[in-house]
T-cell receptor, first 112, second 115 residues
Framework: DTGVSQNPRHKITKRGQNVTFRCDPISEHNRLYWYRQTLGQGPEFLTY????????KSRLLSDRFSAERPKGSFSTLEIQRTEQGDSAMYLCASSTLEETQYFGPGTRLLVL | AQSVAQPEDQVNVAEGNPLTVKCTYSVSGNPYLFWYVQYPNRGLQFLLKYITGDNLVKGSYGFEAEFNKSQTSFHLKKPSALVSDSALYFC?????????????FGAGTRLFVKA
């Protein structure tokens, strides 16, 4: 399977703990996006990478959130000091310059 | 600011009938427009996009959409609905000429096709 993969698929954590999610994009895709989706809503943009450079970050993203794409391949999204409001599905997508974003299955986070 | 509106939470249609899922947008400059579909317990799948060129765009599974610049709309259509089309549909927009890469998604429209 050469699609976008995300790990873990599910994560349950206690409030205040740190969590890290991984995204492996389609290999030739230089663009990578992170989104958050809550029940009944569309995906909400979090951040964007072109190769290893983080070029855009949502103003809604608090300082507790950080993302990296160290070698322009896989990416990680870390949430520090998780809060119950962080419970959501975290989606990763990748694309080439032709704009079509291909989404991974998502990581579902539940903060207790 | 960019925004997308999907005015209908749910659309119900009988199998074999034409379907329309509505989308209007607001963006500075020229838009890139997209439709995605989400089936239960599966990721979002790309259906079609408008970047430039013909206003009528054809996509996967027999879907099409028409870009209407004056009405700032990008409605999704299919001539004959199938029960298997039942899913959650998202419209999305990105401004093409602001230098940003933020893609805004609508809240989604649930399509229910009855046999």
């Amino acid at each position: 399977d050469t699609g976008v993969s995300q790990n873990p698929r599910h994560k349950i954590t206690k409030r205040g703990q740190n969590v890290t999610f991984r995204c492996d994009p389609i290999s030739e895709h230089n663009r990578l996006y992170w989104y958050r989706q809550t029940l009944g809503q569309g995906p909400e943009f979090l951040t964007y990478f072109q190769n290893e450079a983080q070029l855009e970050k949502s103003r809604l993203l608090s300082d507790r959130f950080s993302a990296e794409r160290p070698k322009g391949s896989f990416s990680t999204l870390e949430i520090q000091r998780t809060e119950q409001g962080d419970s959501a599905m975290y989606l990763c997508a990748s694309s080439t310059l032709e704009e079509t974003q291909y989404f991974g299955p998502g990581t579902r986070l539940l903060v207790l | 600011a960019q925004s997308v509106a999907q005015p209908e939470d749910q659309v119900n249609v009988a199998e074999g009938n034409p379907l329309t899922v509505k989308c209007t947008y607001s963006v500075s400059g020229n838009p890139y427009l997209f439709w995605y579909v989400q089936y239960p317990n599966r990721g979002l799948q790309f259906l079609l996009k408008y970047i430039t060129g013909d206003n009528l765009v054809k996509g996967s599974y027999g879907f099409e959409a028409e870009f209407n610049k004056s009405q700032t709309s990008f409605h999704l259509k299919k001539p004959s609905a199938l029960v298997s089309d039942s899913a959650l549909y998202f419209c999305a927009v990105r401004a093409s000429n602001t230098g940003g890469f933020k893609t805004i998604f609508g809240a989604g429209t649930r399509l229910f096709v009855k046999a």
